[in-house]
């Protein structure tokens, strides 16, 4: 991240609001990357520095930050990213005081690294901003507007389901972290991690809403870890983490009883997410991908319709 991290610190460090902390993991970068975060941390003693030794992965590294953290509320970012507004701390902190939140969210703005083009995101994320009759949401109406809803193409109606434009009260983290670290091995969690977050931090938290405030610039490179070109090992690790991000899903909507048709949605890439396993002869989570569709269709509340779209998943894998 060499190439990203000084531009993302300076967009940090120049806020008008001075009064938070800046936690770094360096997840074992072999460029230049650690030489810079010193260079900042040498001036400005806000600025606290985790270095592994090995690659764990962005999951556990947001982790690890969260835990260290000391204030009450935080804002995770990908080192690629830039925060755009010199204000937007400031905003944030007085929204924050006027309605005692645990969930503020913000508009962004995409970058495209190849074309060098800064652009509003699609449709489904800017409108939603827009699309409440309330200023605030309250459960249980929040705990399901993370969700798409089955077979509905009206993508606005629902949150954005990415973490790097939202600000958390820790202890909606914490509880997060918790659940998820029950039965699921981190070490899995290596891509989409925003989903399996929020979708756990919507159920915990008591309140959220959002302000059209343009904040951050999200920069879509092409060697990123979801676009870049992949050696085999990182597609296994890849693929397998999917198939455990559908297993933690839908633990999930057990646990907390919601619809099992939410889980359409999520599984429409388990075509593909299961042909990789038979392409990398990832052969030994074969029988776990079908002991999960077992699982789905024997759940009581699980549609026909689901059943039929679960009974064709397989049917396609098999031919």
Excluded at 186 to 215: C, E
Excluded at 278 to 303: G, H, M, Q, R, T
Aim: glycine share 2%.
């Amino acid at each position: 991240m060499e190439k990203y991290i000084e531009t993302s610190l300076l967009s940090i460090i120049n806020q008008s609001f001075e009064n938070f902390e800046i936690i770094i993991v360096n997840d074992n970068s072999k460029d230049k990357t650690i030489d810079i975060i010193q260079r900042f941390q040498s001036n400005d003693n806000r600025i606290k520095l985790i270095n592994h030794n090995q690659n764990l992965g962005v999951y556990s590294s947001r982790v690890e930050a969260i835990l260290k953290a000391q204030g009450e509320y935080i804002l995770l970012m990908d080192p690629d990213d830039m925060i755009l507004n010199q204000n937007l701390f400031r905003e944030l902190f007085n929204y924050n005081i006027k309605y005692q939140l645990d969930i503020i969210e913000f508009s962004v703005f995409h970058q495209n690294e190849k074309k060098n083009l800064i652009y509003l995101p699609n449709i489904h994320e800017f409108n939603h901003y827009h699309n409440f009759k309330k200023n605030i949401l309250y459960q249980p109406e929040l705990s399901n507007i993370i969700f798409y809803k089955p077979n509905s193409k009206n993508y606005s109606e629902n949150i954005c389901r990415t973490i790097w434009n939202k600000l958390y009260k820790k202890n909606i983290l914490i509880k997060t972290i918790n659940y998820i670290e029950k039965d699921f091995h981190n070490k899995f969690l290596v891509a989409a991690d925003d989903t399996p977050i929020n979708m756990i931090t919507f159920q915990y938290a008591n309140n959220y809403s959002n302000i059209f405030l343009p904040g951050y610039l999200y920069i879509i490179r092409q060697k990123s870890i979801t676009n870049g070109i992949k050696e085999n090992n990182h597609l296994k690790l890849i693929t397998i983490n999917y198939l455990m991000y559908y297993k933690l899903f839908y633990r999930y909507i057990k646990d907390f009883n919601k619809n099992l048709d939410y889980l359409y949605y999520d599984l429409s890439c388990f075509k593909s997410n299961l042909l990789k396993l038979k392409e990398l002869n990832i052969v030994e989570y074969i029988p776990d991908a079908f002991k999960f569709f077992n699982s789905i269709i024997n759940n009581k509340k699980c549609s026909k319709d689901f059943k039929n779209f679960i009974n064709n998943l397989v049917l396609y894998f098999n031919s």
